[in-house]
């Protein structure tokens, strides 16, 4: 609670009171009592006012667009958030400060502001945000920092105040403009064609010369009066087009930050292409997977109520992290305490979290209960001796690294960082009297939580990519195999040619792509159309492309897109550090692997496109509109 | 039609607490000229003005300082050595403590003003990267978040200066609580006010403390009342929870290892 000033001026105040004592000078001993009782009234004040305060403070958040508040967000599009922070209880200074959530970004205005707090007169604060991708936008709280007229008295304290608001896809025609008159529509203007077959629907698609067996009343009478021969109505055909997307749920499109990741890039490209199916009255379906299970699935459909599930599941879906369970521990203590400090500052009081000084000293962390490497012994002769390795590596005689840590100060930190957090997880997640112990001892649980805590509050934690041998972490080959069955289910009830994009990342499974391959050549013979949207991370520049993939046609003011100038690559043409070699290699290495994907997709003919590309929502809505003009019917 | 014009009330600004600072070093120099030493009021009135101007953060220490020297020449001079006097309630006394304390708290106000209010957080910095000192590496400078000036209240002001001889006469009581002139155990009287400041104090403080955590206690929400008796509990049964768990985590591991 004493600040440094605060602290500098007691502990002077108390030497003086000292020497006027000892050299028996009345009247500065006056002087010091005054000055002290009126240090300490202004302390018993400060603690009895933030006691008095203590959970009486209220906020209010709205968020606002120009005119009126709102409940969801749209991304790309500003929003304004005011903030007001009441109390009953007078404080002379306040600094607050508004946590931005991580998927927005403040476009206008401060997210803090400080000034006197008192019940007639609250506090205020309003900013700009504006979300790049859509999401969940979570509104932890507010920070406060209330200090004394004099500075000598400071807490930290963090008003709750947990607002979850959903960010949709912004609402973009296929090139990406978003509409500023009419946002969208599910009714066909008139004179437009979506459905360019003939057909025996209501919509009139041409007229054409009289053919014999014609049904009469298709006759076009105003029609073949003015040409003096009988004309004959043509109806579109209104059997429509259908599309399920295939959406990559898995650990290795949510690398990065929230919204600015592969997977936020894949939610936007599936809702572009919702909305533009919508807008023609497609059938769409949504397929979300990971790599253990298909989490959901809806069946191609229509309307307002389905297009507005899709988007939900995909807002829900589009703000996941990473987690795997081969972190170290000690790289997500600092980040979950910095996390914990900040939101939950009074849980970290010593009267309520107390940690020994001497306890890291004391009860160290045994090797026998770390995370290790399981290495199987390799003959069967030398079982007994490598148990017998470990029974000894587990003893307090056995040599390995890091045994003397204990002694470190970094240790001692990273203790109490744990126990502390350990604390704050139990009683959060209902763990129980045993909890705390429990997530002290046990890395495997206590990462698992810290890792879901860090997700909750959407905090990315920094994980590393490859393990000791260069193998990738979030490879996950699990999920070919449960888009593969995802996908023949889609086949076997799939009712009519439907087109099925698989927004999925191939690019790390290595050589386990055969079972899906064997399922697009099911749909494939089913005369079924398959598209491979591959997402590609923002920060690595994408490979040149000489030549348009496939058969597509794309608009020639779209080459541009495709190539990629030198320098934007990120790649300079002598890399100068260690940081560069990584990032060329790494780079050098993803085109290869997405080469490979290609050409083992581009023997069946199935095109792979980039999700990083401008065109890949142009590419799905061409693929659609061949399949409703030239496809149609074939069987 | 045209708005009636208000006229614009004066806002209090850092001003006003200067001219209170130069107010309490006239009343310390009005008082100590009572006491009948000239130069070395001079001396300690130029230095509070001094620190006043160059808004020194050491100002009201250094003051205080100053004052203490000059009152113990007083005494030294008066009573050649160190003296205990018995004192009653003084008009003199009473202006010098409420100068002081004036000056004091009107120079740690224009201290938030002018340098900082909250402490200094390193992680907050802003501006061009600068060294501290040749060996040390670039870094912007940390940001200090200052009182802004509109936010002074005339309220403020006049509580501080109404509150002033409130700390005087308070003075004056806990100087009368203190033992004078008694011998305890073959102690000093000196010695033994000492100890008695320090125990008051030490008793004080641990009787505050207790009052304020009582009243925490009663305050808390559930989570924080959870988070309490989880962590007496631990405390308390730390050792065999650590061994239960410990044990656990090992089977665990042996589990996995033998592939069950």
Same mark, same amino acid.
């Given at each position: 609670m004493l600040t440094l000033r605060g602290w500098w001026f007691f502990v002077a105040l108390l030497g003086l009171l000292a020497a006027a004592l000892a050299t028996a000078t009345a009247t500065f001993v006056l002087v010091c009592f005054a000055v002290l009782s009126w240090f300490l009234g202004q302390w018993a004040l400060f603690a009895f006012r933030l006691r008095r305060a203590h959970g009486r403070l209220g906020i209010h958040r709205e968020i606002w667009d120009d005119r009126t508040p709102l409940e969801t967000l749209w991304a790309r599009l500003p929003a304004e958030v005011r903030l007001t922070l009441e109390s009953p209880v007078a404080f002379p200074y306040v600094w607050m400060v508004d946590r931005v959530p991580p998927l927005a970004q403040r476009v206008e205005g401060e997210n803090a502001t400080a000034g006197p707090l008192s019940a007639e007169q609250p506090l205020e604060l309003g900013y700009r945000i504006e979300c790049p991708a859509p999401g969940l936008l979570r509104f932890e709280g507010v920070k406060l920092q209330v200090a004394d007229l004099q500075g000598f008295f400071s807490k930290t304290l963090f008003v709750r105040d947990v607002r979850v608001v959903r960010v949709l896809p912004a609402l973009a025609d296929a090139r990406g403009q978003i509409p500023a008159v009419k946002r969208h529509n599910l009714i066909p203007l008139p004179g437009g064609h979506p459905h360019r077959r003939a057909g025996t629907g209501h919509e009139l698609l041409d007229v054409r010369d009289y053919l014999p %067996?014609?049904? &009469?009343? *298709?006759?076009a009478w105003k029609a073949s009066a003015r040409r003096d021969r009988l004309m004959t109505k043509e109806l579109e055909s209104e059997v429509p087009v259908r599309c399920t997307m295939f959406v990559d749920l898995s650990n290795s499109v949510r690398i990065g930050a929230v919204g600015r990741n592969a997977l936020a890039r894949i939610v936007e490209i599936t809702a572009s292409v919702l909305q533009a199916n919508a807008a023609v009255r497609d059938l769409t379906g949504v397929c979300l997977f990971d790599e253990a299970q298909v989490k959901a699935y809806l069946r191609p459909g229509r309307g307002t109520r389905h297009l507005y599930e899709i988007t939900n599941l995909l807002t829900d879906s589009a703000c996941l992290l990473p987690r795997t369970d081969d972190v170290p521990l000690s790289r997500l203590l600092p980040t979950a305490y910095g996390v914990v400090q900040d939101l939950y500052p009074d849980w970290l009081d010593p009267g309520v979290n107390f940690m020994p000084l001497w306890l890291p000293f004391w009860a160290a962390q045994p090797a026998y209960t770390m995370p290790r490497r399981i290495t199987p012994a390799k003959h069967w002769w030398s079982r007994s001796l490598h148990w017998l390795w470990r029974r000894l590596n587990d003893t307090p005689f056995g040599l390995r690294r890091g045994r003397a840590s204990r002694f470190t100060a970094y240790y001692h930190r990273l203790y109490k960082a744990r126990k502390q957090i350990a604390a704050v997880l139990a009683v959060l997640y209902d763990l129980g009297p045993g909890g705390l112990a429990l997530l002290l001892e046990d890395d495997e649980t206590c990462r698992g939580y810290v890792q879901r805590f860090l997700a909750e509050h959407q905090v990315p934690c920094p994980l590393p990519f490859y393990d000791d041998r260069g193998e990738y972490f979030f490879g996950s080959p699990g999920k070919i195999d449960v888009l593969a069955g995802a996908l023949l289910q889609a086949v076997y009830r799939g009712r009519d040619n439907e087109l099925f994009v698989l927004m999925a990342d191939? *690019?790390?499974? %290595? &050589? !386990? *792509?055969e079972k899906l391959l064997r399922a697009v050549r099911v749909a494939l013979a089913r005369h079924h159309q398959v598209l491979v949207v591959c997402p590609w991370p923002p920060s690595v520049p994408m490979p040149q492309r000489k030549k348009i993939v496939g058969t597509l046609r794309v608009p020639s003011n779209s080459k541009s897109a495709l190539r990629v100038p030198a320098e934007d690559d990120g790649i300079r043409s002598e890399p100068t550090t260690l940081q560069d070699w990584l990032g060329r290699a790494s780079a050098a290495r993803l085109h290869h692997a997405f080469a490979k994907v290609r050409q083992e997709f581009a023997r069946m003919g199935v095109p792979v496109v980039l999700s990083?590309? !401008?065109e890949a929502v142009g590419m799905v809505l061409h693929r659609l509109q061949r399949l409703r003009t030239l496809e149609r019917g074939l069987r | 039609m045209t708005e009636p014009q208000t006229p614009k009330q004066p806002q209090p600004a850092a001003f006003h607490y200067q001219a209170l600072c130069g107010l309490s070093l006239a009343l310390i120099f009005l008082a100590q000229l009572n006491q009948g030493e000239l130069p070395l009021n001079v001396l300690c009135v130029l230095i509070g003005t001094l620190c006043l101007l160059s808004r020194l953060k050491l100002g009201p220490i250094l003051l205080l300082v100053m004052i203490g020297g000059v009152q113990w020449w007083i005494q030294f001079r008066m009573f050649r050595g160190p003296a205990q006097r018995a004192r009653a309630l003084e008009i003199v006394d009473v202006v010098l403590c409420a100068g002081v304390v004036g000056f004091v708290a009107a120079h740690y106000r224009l201290q938030s003003i002018w340098q900082n209010m909250l402490p200094l957080d390193p992680r907050r910095r802003s501006g061009t990267p600068r060294r501290r000192f040749p060996w040390f590496r670039k870094q912007p400078p940390i940001m200090a978040e200052k009182r802004a000036q509109e936010q002074i209240t005339p309220f403020e002001l006049a509580g501080l200066v109404l509150s002033l001889p409130a700390w005087a006469v308070a003075a004056q009581i806990l100087w009368a609580l203190l033992p004078k002139q008694v011998e305890f155990i073959g102690l000093p009287p000196r010695v033994l006010q000492m100890i008695v400041v320090a125990w008051g104090l030490a008793v004080g403080f641990l009787v505050m403390r207790g009052v304020f955590s009582l009243w925490r206690f009663r305050q808390a929400d559930a989570a924080t009342a959870q988070l309490i008796l989880q962590d007496a509990l631990w405390k308390e049964t730390r050792g065999e929870q650590r061994r239960i768990q410990r044990w656990l985590a090992w089977w665990k591991w042996e589990k996995r290892e033998r592939g069950e």
């Open positions: %067996g014609d049904p &009469p009343k *298709l006759i191939f *690019l790390e499974t %290595g &050589p !386990h *792509l990083a590309e !401008h | -």
